[in-house]
């Protein structure tokens, strides 16, 4: 019993300082202007993006999660979110099972020891466009990127991409693939001729 105490000690410490980490790194991130090279984070899309983000955060405060930094909106011209950190989520949220597109992350602990049960954790979703997987272990990064239903896996780092990969999700995260050779698919036709020469 004491070392099922000491193990959820230790992992409530290392979840605390992922979530300080993160807490930073969001502080961190500088937020303006589209074209300013030396942003970090751009403003939403549209007004209704921006309502839509807004709207997620505040469901997911009603559903119990907190926000551990940010959760508001920066200035009142342009459609700007401040980086969000939400704790206290779980995946019967709707900050979870849905897609926000917006700035804000959700974080869960789970027994890292069960692969299985971390890429079954992980696939819990009807969306797959991209998966981060943050270890020092390199047998992990290649079992979970196997297991992991995603599109583009990115191994500590996120949002990692090239014009010469295909990009596009898996499940409800679209069809077809951008970028690379792939994308050619989406602008060719294919004509089958069968001919009977008897």
Same mark, same amino acid.
Request: aromatic content about 8%; proline content about 3%.
């Given at each position: ?11 409530? *410490?290392?979840?605390? /300082?992922?979530?300080? !980490? ?7 991130? /500088? *937020?303006?202007? !589209?074209?300013?090279?030396?942003? #970090? ?13 807004? !709207? ?12 551990? %930094? ?10 700007? *979110?401040? =980086?969000? *950190?939400?704790?206290? %989520? ?7 099972? #849905?897609? @926000?597109?917006? =700035?804000?992350? +959700? ?17 819990? %979703? ?21 297991? @992991? /239903?995603? !599109?583009? @896996? +990115? ?7 090239? =014009?010469?990969? =295909? ?22 036709? %294919? ?8």
């Amino acid at each position: 019993m004491l070392h099922g105490r000491l193990a959820l000690v230790r992992a409530q *410490v290392r979840l605390r /300082k992922v979530v300080e !980490g993160m807490v930073n790194r969001a502080h961190k991130i /500088k *937020v303006g202007h !589209g074209l300013d090279p030396s942003v #970090e984070l751009g403003p939403l899309v549209s007004k209704e993006q921006h309502e839509k983000v807004a !709207g997620y955060i505040e469901t997911g405060r009603k559903e119990g999660a907190k926000v551990e %930094t940010g959760g508001g909106v920066i200035g009142n011209q342009g459609y700007f *979110v401040e =980086p969000t *950190v939400l704790t206290r %989520t779980n995946r019967d949220m709707r900050v979870v099972k #849905e897609e @926000i597109f917006g =700035p804000v992350v +959700c974080v869960q602990s789970f027994d890292d020891d069960d692969l299985d049960q971390v890429a079954k954790f992980a696939n819990d %979703t009807e969306y797959g466009l991209q998966a981060s997987i943050w270890t020092r272990n390199l047998k992990v990064a290649h079992t979970l990127a196997r297991k @992991i /239903k995603a !599109g583009t @896996i +990115c191994v500590n780092n996120h949002n990692y991409g090239d =014009p010469a990969w =295909p990009f596009g999700g898996f499940k409800q995260s679209g069809w077809g693939r951008e970028m690379g050779k792939d994308v050619m698919e989406n602008y060719t036709e %294919t004509k089958s001729v069968a001919i009977n020469l008897g």
